[in-house]
């Protein structure tokens, strides 16, 4: 019986005990048979892991992208046999063959789990912190489907997200941010499961931390209990208590474990933590009860009792469907907006709302921050499920959806998110958010701040996750705020990143272009560059040739009237001086504006040709940034006016012209190449 009465558990200790010992034996198998790996996690918290899967966790493994699932994220990534030892169980489709594989190339069992790779891995772990950062944001997301889309007659969403965490994710910084941050915000349907095994992979951990961290995550404003992490009574009564208490505090279940449990020889130690014990597993299967002679054993028992709890899980599954399509035919208008959230093309038609922003006054002379403000709002109307946020920075960023409210605990149904100053963590929420898959989140901050949060939309690329940022400030047109607020590398930078849409407009019709990048992606964040200072209207070019030239990545913005001599090539708020310079220069010159070197760069070699003619070597490219990523289309014969020191404090112009920035530098290095091509 229950610790607590008025939990029935139902557990079947027999069977939960054989099962944890049968995810074991996968896990040694699958580290020796690819010689690397990490064992320290699967074998420790295996009785956890029996546990969830095989009686507290919600999820159907047939439709294993049900909306009203739990999420466990797996935040101590290098433990990823543990996960796809139990995905296996329980019936995804992970196949035995899979978990012979591991870490083979082409398999779905890399080292590190992989979201979109692996059917029930819900975010892409590996870099500590990050996992449980993302998991609050996934948690606000379910928070906010429930406002959105609940009713008083039907309840489609109540799920949870569930973490299991070790020590390293504990100590990176960025879990401090978004654990702080959850709590705030009362995210009580957040478990976090910490493996406090008192080992990190030098040393014990004692050698680095000393710190109660279940006194810190109180004083956040979680609830913590600690229990045995090999007693499954104990932590199934700790999970179910978690589950049921809504008091809008995020709940943190310690348990300690014994790491590489079963390898006499290297467990409760450092040495357990990798594949080092590797050489005892003879010993080890023997004392775990498990036959040495076999590998990648599961047997007719673990079988049985798996397919006992499919059972269960599918008679829930077809309840809540049962539930969600009485939702359905009550709330139609609710189930298309939900429906086409869900069900995302991987490019969006934006036809509809480039038609429906009202074109800028060609006299307006404003920031793209500014013309962003205006932009966003739009965007808002065009996609309901669009919610922004800032780390402490509305009141320069200007991305605050009029009219829509605050996410908060009294208000799920707000879509404007305060991180605080916490760009990592905010990075990572927003990630949390799209790996929910409902909404289309954004964050913002300064650009020069992108430093922090790099790490998050790297991983986002990677999970090709659909949101955008908005990171303004883009360039020495700070000013007085001088070098450390003065972005140089940061655009190489990020444009290195795969799979991540780097778009720099260059003034408020540009600005509306990138909105519609950011609308039309599904598969990978859009980061959208914004000036501080004004730019003008560039109302030489026809308002539609700049909108869809964005959506194409670069456009001739203007076009010689001469024989073709040379091309200038900019972007931002550059471009202004390209096409000053170009007037100067006399009708030979070409202007391209090219806002997104990915979205250029995947255009048809005909269209690209059409832009940049390979037979034009003379070229100049002109940038408030460094020059590293321009050569590649000016080429050896072309020039790149661009910085490549920190900046200056000063007034903008000022900075400007001390750095080179001018139309007369980019009228000079035109001169030069094209005398070279004489």
């Not at 994220?73 to 990823?80: K, Q, R």
């Not at 467990?267 to 990798?274: F, L, V």
């Not at 290195?496 to 408020?508: K, T, Y």
């Not at 460094?626 to 200056?648: H, M, N, P, T």
């Amino acid at each position: 019986m229950s610790s607590y009465p008025h939990l029935d558990l139902n557990l079947d200790l027999d069977n939960l005990k054989h099962a944890a010992t049968i995810s074991r034996g996968l896990s040694l198998d699958a580290v020796a048979a690819c010689k690397s790996g990490h064992l320290g996690l699967p074998l420790g918290c295996a009785d956890v892991g029996a546990v969830l899967f095989g009686n507290l966790l919600s999820y159907e493994p047939e439709h294993d992208k049900w909306i009203n699932r739990d999420r466990f994220v797996l935040s101590a990534g290098h433990g990823s046999m543990f996960l796809y030892s139990w995905l296996h169980l329980a019936g995804y489709k992970v196949s035995l063959q899979d978990v012979k594989d591991f870490r083979k190339i082409g398999s779905i069992t890399p080292g590190h789990p992989e979201f979109h790779e692996t059917p029930g891995v819900e975010a892409t772990t590996g870099p500590l912190g990050t996992g449980i950062s993302s998991a609050v944001g996934i948690a606000a997301a379910q928070k906010m489907s429930e406002a959105r889309f609940n009713t008083a007659e039907h309840i489609i969403f109540d799920a949870r997200t569930v973490v299991l965490a070790g020590d390293g994710c504990m100590q990176e910084g960025v879990s401090h941010e978004a654990c702080s941050f959850a709590a705030h915000e009362g995210l009580d349907n957040l478990i976090v499961i910490y493996d406090a095994n008192e080992v990190t992979l030098d040393a014990m951990a004692d050698k680095t931390q000393s710190e109660d961290t279940g006194a810190r995550f109180r004083a956040y404003g979680w609830d913590v209990v600690q229990v045995h992490g090999h007693d499954h009574e104990a932590f199934a009564c700790a999970y179910a208590l978690a589950h049921q208490t809504k008091n809008n505090k995020p709940k943190l279940i310690i348990i300690k474990t014994v790491i590489g449990f079963g390898i006499k020889e290297v467990q409760g130690t450092s040495k357990a933590h990798g594949e080092g014990g590797i050489k005892f597993m003879a010993d080890a299967k023997t004392s775990l009860g498990l036959n040495p002679a076999e590998t990648f054993a599961v047997t007719p028992k673990v079988q049985q009792f798996f397919a006992q709890r499919r059972a269960k899980l599918s008679a829930a599954y077809n309840n809540w469907l049962a539930t969600y399509n009485a939702w359905k035919a009550a709330n139609p208008q609710l189930a298309t907006l939900l429906e086409n959230a869900v069900n995302k093309p991987a490019k969006a038609d934006v036809s509809k709302f480039l038609a429906a922003v009202p074109e800028f006054k060609p006299t307006d002379e404003i920031a793209t921050r500014k013309a962003s403000e205006t932009v966003l709002q739009e965007a808002a109307k065009y996609d309901e499920l669009l919610v922004s946020g800032s780390a402490d920075l509305h009141g320069s960023t200007l991305n605050y959806i009029k009219g829509a409210g605050d996410f908060s605990k009294t208000n799920r149904a707000g879509k404007n998110f305060y991180f605080g100053i916490r760009e990592f963590g905010m990075g990572c929420i927003v990630n949390g958010i799209a790996y929910h898959g409902i909404f289309r989140p954004s964050g913002a901050t300064f650009f020069t701040f992108s430093d922090f949060l790099r790490p998050a939309f790297r991983l986002g690329a990677l999970a090709h996750l659909p949101y955008f940022h908005i990171f303004t400030h883009d360039s020495i047109g700070v000013g007085e705020d001088g070098p450390t607020h003065q972005p140089i590398e940061t655009l190489s930078a990020c444009r290195a990143i795969p799979n991540c849409d780097v778009v720099r407009p260059a003034d408020p019709e540009e600005t509306v272009g990138a909105y519609a990048c950011a609308l039309e992606n599904n598969s990978g964040p859009t980061l959208l560059i914004l000036s501080r200072q004004t730019v003008p209207n560039l109302n030489q070019i026809p308002v539609n040739t700049r909108r869809q030239g964005v959506l194409h990545g670069g456009y001739v913005a203007i076009k010689e009237t001469a024989e073709l001599k040379s091309i200038i090539i900019s972007c931002g708020t550059e471009l202004q001086l390209a096409v000053k310079a170009a007037a100067a220069l006399g009708p030979h010159v070409r202007v391209v504006s090219l806002p997104s070197f990915k979205r250029f760069d995947a255009q048809s070699a005909e269209y690209k040709e059409s832009v940049l003619p390979r037979a034009v070597r003379a070229r100049v490219a002109v940038e408030a940034g460094s020059s590293q990523s321009w050569f590649k289309y000016v080429g050896l014969d072309g020039e790149v006016v661009g910085i490549d020191r920190f900046g200056a404090s000063g007034p903008a112009p000022q900075v400007f012209a001390l750095l080179g920035i001018t139309t007369e530098k980019v009228i000079e290095a035109v001169k030069r190449v094209e005398a070279n091509q004489a």
